[in-house]
């Protein structure tokens, strides 16, 4: 075997052996550890967020309206943080410590100390706060507020709502692109609406056999809430 | 699973997913998108290069609802609140391995 091509191969190999444990081997998973979490068994439990300065995992626990803090290197809850009622969405500011907290329980957004481990700010909100995201550049948080039809934009600095972005259908969960610096919501129709439609478009076929999947309506609710519904600006 | 291209505006890819979808997360260090399912899955995918991904499998839980990813670690959590008809409180933390 010549030198080049003995380089070529070595090459090849080489390569194949720092791309295969990434996407070609590792296709499986083991439960490794199992925590016990404080609250009471047997109720809901909402997002979970991460806080890579402090190795903490954030956990929504919805029913009894809890969050716990586990410290992911020991697989221990450090705290559990009461005053989050009905808590769904949870997003972490890196930096600042600080958690913002969806209270569907009160219908408010709970600012969360990672410092003094407690919740130091309410603000009101529309109605079942739910998922949220952060948008760094802007050093603001949104925070869906799905029935609310809204979208309120969290100053992370004053910790204060500086807009409410509201629309004719429900908000669901929003997520920052930071390449194109926007935020995108996926707007989603009420079931409501999904049943008004499903009678209205519903096929003589599948009016006759009773089989509801046969309607014309889901192509068309797809259609209307891609993932692409709205693009708004973030800060704006 | 729908895979929407943010350059493009476009869904390029579009795949199997159990009932009762929720959360879905990407660990970038190993390519992976996990779904959490309510009907006992967390449905594991696989992006080959930015315009091709696969399922990989649905591995086997129980009801959950949400998960997170550690892209340091690579491990992933996911909170359940019964095991096998039980009510508990338990978070579970899965780590990937080889599948041969």
Redesign the interface.
């Known amino acids: 075997m010549s030198r080049r091509l003995r380089f070529i191969v070595g090459a090849a190999v080489l390569l194949a052996s720092l791309r295969l444990?990434?996407?070609l081997?590792?296709?499986?998973?083991?439960?490794?550890?199992?925590?016990?979490?404080?609250?009471?068994?047997?109720?809901?439990?909402?997002?979970?967020?991460?806080d890579?300065e402090d190795h903490y995992?954030l956990?929504a626990?919805l029913?009894p309206g809890l969050l716990?803090v586990?410290d992911?290197q020991t697989?221990k809850v450090i705290k559990t943080i009461p005053g989050v009622p009905g808590i769904t969405g949870l997003e972490c500011v890196p930096g600042m410590r600080k958690i913002y907290t969806s209270n569907w329980g009160e219908e408010k957004i709970g600012v969360v100390n990672l410092h003094s481990m407690s919740v130091i700010k309410r603000l009101p909100t529309a109605a079942k706060a739910n998922g949220s995201v952060y948008a760094p550049p802007f050093r603001k948080v949104y925070v869906a507020d799905t029935l609310g039809n809204a979208v309120a934009v969290v100053d992370v600095e004053k910790d204060e709502i500086v807009k409410t972005l509201k629309f004719n259908s429900e908000a669901g969960m929003p997520q920052y692109?930071s390449?194109?610096r926007r935020i995108y919501v996926n707007l989603r129709v009420p079931m409501r609406w999904l049943k008004s439609i499903q009678r209205l478009t519903r096929s003589p076929e599948s009016t006759r056999s009773g089989d509801a999947s046969t309607t014309t309506a889901w192509p068309l609710i797809r259609n209307t809430i891609?993932?692409?519904s709205f693009a708004a600006g973030a800060g704006r | 699973m729908?895979v929407?291209a943010?350059?493009s505006?476009r869904?390029i890819s579009h795949l199997p997913l159990a009932q009762g979808a929720d959360?879905i997360k990407f660990d970038p260090?190993?390519?992976?998108a996990y779904a959490a399912c309510s009907s006992g899955v967390?449905a594991?995918y696989?992006?080959?290069d930015p315009d091709h991904f696969r399922k990989?499998?649905d591995?086997p839980v129980q009801k959950v609802?949400?998960?997170?990813v550690?892209t340091?670690?690579?491990?992933?959590?996911a909170?359940?609140?019964?095991e096998n008809g039980t009510?508990?409180?338990?978070?579970?933390?899965?780590?990937?391995?080889?599948?041969r």
Do not use: W
Not at chain 2, 29 to 32: D, I, T
Not at chain 2, 72 to 77: A, E, K, L, M, V
């Open positions: 444990p990434f996407c081997q590792a296709q499986s998973l083991r439960e490794v550890a199992a925590i016990d979490l404080p609250g009471p068994k047997g109720q809901r439990f909402d997002y979970l967020t991460r890579d995992l956990s626990h029913g716990y586990i992911v697989n692109d390449v194109a891609g993932p692409s | 729908t929407f943010l350059d505006h869904a959360v260090g190993l390519v992976r967390i594991i696989q992006e080959d990989v499998k591995f609802h949400s998960l997170a550690d340091g670690s690579h491990r992933i959590y909170p359940e609140q019964e009510p508990i409180a338990r978070m579970i933390v899965y780590e990937p391995i080889q599948s």
